[in-house]
């Protein structure tokens, strides 16, 4: 590189990059290293090309500015010579005349421009020379400053095919030299980035793109009567030059087919590929031309990134219109006069290869993105890489990160997601339990109060209705009203008896228990209608666990009862059993009629039952709650009383610690 070497060419303006990766994809050297998802450029791997600046659509990569140092150069005593490059017909479509955009670039204060397409005339010459010549090697074109320095950094073997002939930029220059002076400063115009730092032979170097800046700063515009021509040397048929095989249509060849000598490609894939099977030796010919553009007309320093045919006619155009015109003696006299000149250019390898990581660490990172077989290898290319293996280099040597494979991330998010549930579900049924407890503690209170001041007088009314009832005969008319007395005393007790169970602060009484035996023996406490099944399914790894026995039976029991309770019709009651190696799990399911959505969350509500009258005490799910909280497990419930959605019935889940 010339004397822009220790600059950025492209620089990635970090607020702006959205990471779509569409840089890392487009760069045919990948020279984009991901950092925290920011697409930044690697200097020392960076070509010039400029693709990652024309497909960034919002603007995040940029290239190196040199209107500053051109704006002192024309501010000194110097004087400066523009040159510019034979695309600007291109560029310059909404500027009819092509003289008054000569004279535009004077009035920014040139002394001369010239036509860099003369020093394109001068190089066709020493090509054809060197294709029709005896020289057996075969050579690759070096006007494309992005093609030298790909071939110099990733393929250093084939510095000695690159064509030993100077760039249309550098030949110009030092024609520019012959004719105005040793003393002269000169200014390349282009579509090109790499031109900035292609030759020290050239003082400084701008773009299409920022010679419209300076126009626009210093508000110069076209005038009909205001023009002027190219200064001497006049260019020919090097006119052509930046369209695809350009340089070969202005010295009469063509890569036909038949012939094979010549073989021309353009843009970032196709010049990869020539350059790589002719490494293999696959293909053989005399001479390549490669760019690294789809033709210099598609430059990245062009205002207009599209319409690529269009551009083509526009050259097309011009040159028609240049050759109507031209002056053949006057070329030919030029074309003599510097034909002593030196039009060499010598190339050295700077080899800038990234050895491959080991296999192994490859297969690491591959098997972090969950891509375990080929089959999960899905090069789609999201990432920016070709194939999964080339990304997992990348990341192995530090220019890629994990998240940049789509398929990966979107796992990554979908199980984030599933967490995310899972939690929200945690979280859900902690309220609900806390809800639960602060219920339970303040009616356990309360229970405890009224049941202990309701025993006393609870006690005498059943010992004095029960004297009264032994005293009176049945025949008595009396003795029914001493009966249900008696009875609803009796049912009074009981529920007093409940609540003192439920408001009770006893400790939990473990021993060891055989859970296989205890489940089998706590369905034989309980009657089993006819018209209902019971299933009983147990899978213990281990049968042993730390139970309080007699608070358990009467979780089970309750719970069995219920079940057959809902299900007045049949059905089957199930019992399954398992564990793992710190819990038991008991699944309690029937196939009833289930209970109704807006209950759910009155369930271990003490006094809250859906019985009828005298069937229950609604006291029985609040002490099953209590119990399983004292064992430090957790109970849960899934019910249905939609047909439509499936069987009807409820499960209650019981997770207790073994020990």
Same mark, same amino acid.
């Given at each position: 590189? +010339? ?53 960034? $659509? ?96 990733? %393929? ?110 353009? +843009? ?71 034909? %002593? ?229 049949? +059905? ?9 190696? $710190? ?5 309690? #399911? ?40 004292? %064992? ?6 899934? #019910? ?5 959605? +499936? ?13």
């Amino acid at each position: 590189m +010339g004397h822009a070497e220790r600059n950025k060419l492209v620089i990635t303006v970090k607020d702006k990059c959205r990471v779509c990766y569409t840089c890392v994809r487009e760069c045919p050297v990948k020279a984009i290293k991901i950092n925290n998802g920011q697409a930044e450029v690697i200097n020392e791997r960076c070509i010039g090309c400029g693709n990652c600046v024309k497909v960034c $659509s919002q603007g995040a990569k940029v290239f190196l500015d040199s209107k500053n140092e051109v704006e002192q150069l024309l501010n000194s005593d110097e004087r400066v010579i523009a040159c510019i490059a034979p695309s600007f017909p291109a560029e310059f479509s909404d500027i009819k005349d092509y003289q008054c955009l000569v004279r535009m670039i004077k009035r920014l204060g040139f002394l001369k421009v010239v036509e860099v397409a003369f020093g394109a005339d001068l190089i066709a010459s020493e090509y054809r020379q060197m294709i029709d010549g005896d020289d057996p090697t075969p050579y690759i074109s070096s006007d494309c400053p992005s093609i030298v320095y790909y071939i110099e950094h990733y %393929h250093p073997d084939l510095v000695k095919n690159l064509s030993p002939i100077a760039s249309p930029m550098v030949a110009i220059t030092r024609v520019i030299h012959e004719e105005y002076g040793k003393d002269v400063k000169v200014v390349f115009i282009g579509p090109c980035i790499a031109k900035k730092a292609e030759s020290n032979e050239v003082d400084e170097a701008i773009t299409f793109k920022e010679l419209r800046e300076l126009f626009l700063k210093y508000q110069i515009v076209p005038q009909k009567d205001d023009r002027c021509d190219f200064d001497p040397p006049k260019a020919a048929k090097g006119a052509v030059f930046p369209v695809s095989r350009g340089l070969i249509q202005s010295i009469d060849k063509s890569d036909d087919l038949v012939n094979g000598k010549i073989i021309t490609a353009s +843009g970032k894939d196709n010049f990869k590929e020539i350059i790589k099977e002719f490494e293999s030796g696959e293909i053989d010919c005399k001479y390549m031309e490669l760019l690294c553009c789809k033709g210099c007309i598609m430059g990245p320093g062009m205002t207009n990134k599209d319409q690529r045919y269009f551009k083509r006619s526009q050259i097309s155009n011009y040159v028609k219109q240049k050759l109507e015109q031209f002056d053949q003696e006057e070329w030919e006299a030029y074309i003599k006069k510097y034909s %002593h000149l030196d039009l060499s250019q010598s190339f050295s390898s700077n080899d800038r290869r990234v050895e491959k990581p080991e296999q192994s660490s490859i297969e690491k990172v591959l098997l972090s993105m969950g891509k375990r077989k080929p089959s999960d290898y899905l090069n789609c290319g999201t990432c920016g890489y070709d194939t999964c293996e080339e990304h997992a280099i990348a990341i192995v040597q530090g220019y890629a990160e994990t998240e940049m494979c789509l398929p990966y991330s979107i796992e990554k998010l979908h199980k984030s997601i599933e967490d995310l549930n899972i939690s929200n579900e945690h979280l859900d049924n902690a309220r609900i339990a806390l809800k639960h407890s602060e219920k339970l503690a303040h009616m356990g209170q309360l229970s405890a109060g009224i049941a202990h001041e309701l025993n006393n007088p609870l006690g005498v009314i059943t010992m004095y209705s029960n004297i009264l009832k032994e005293e009176t005969t049945p025949d008595n008319p009396m003795f029914k009203d001493l009966e249900l007395i008696v009875d609803q005393t009796e049912r009074c007790k009981k529920i007093v008896g409940g609540l003192l169970n439920f408001a009770r602060k006893n400790q939990v009484k473990k021993v060891e228990t055989n859970l296989e035996k205890f489940v089998i023996h706590s369905t034989e406490s309980i009657i089993l209608p006819s018209n209902i099944k019971l299933k009983v399914n147990t899978n213990l790894t281990d049968s042993l666990v730390m139970i309080d026995q007699d608070q358990m039976m009467q979780v089970l029991t309750n719970l069995e009862k219920n079940a057959i309770e809902a299900m007045p019709n049949g +059905g089957i009651l199930s019992i399954d059993v398992t564990d793992t190696e $710190s819990d038991f799990k008991i699944k309690i #399911s029937d196939t009833g009629v289930g209970i109704p959505q807006e209950n759910m969350d009155k369930l271990y509500t003490p006094f809250f039952t859906t019985k009828a009258l005298g069937k229950g005490t609604g006291l029985g799910l609040p002490l099953v709650y209590g119990i399983i909280k004292m %064992h430090r497990g957790q109970i849960n419930v899934i #019910s249905n009383t939609d047909e439509s959605k +499936g069987q009807t019935g409820t499960t209650f889940i019981i997770d207790v610690p073994k020990f």
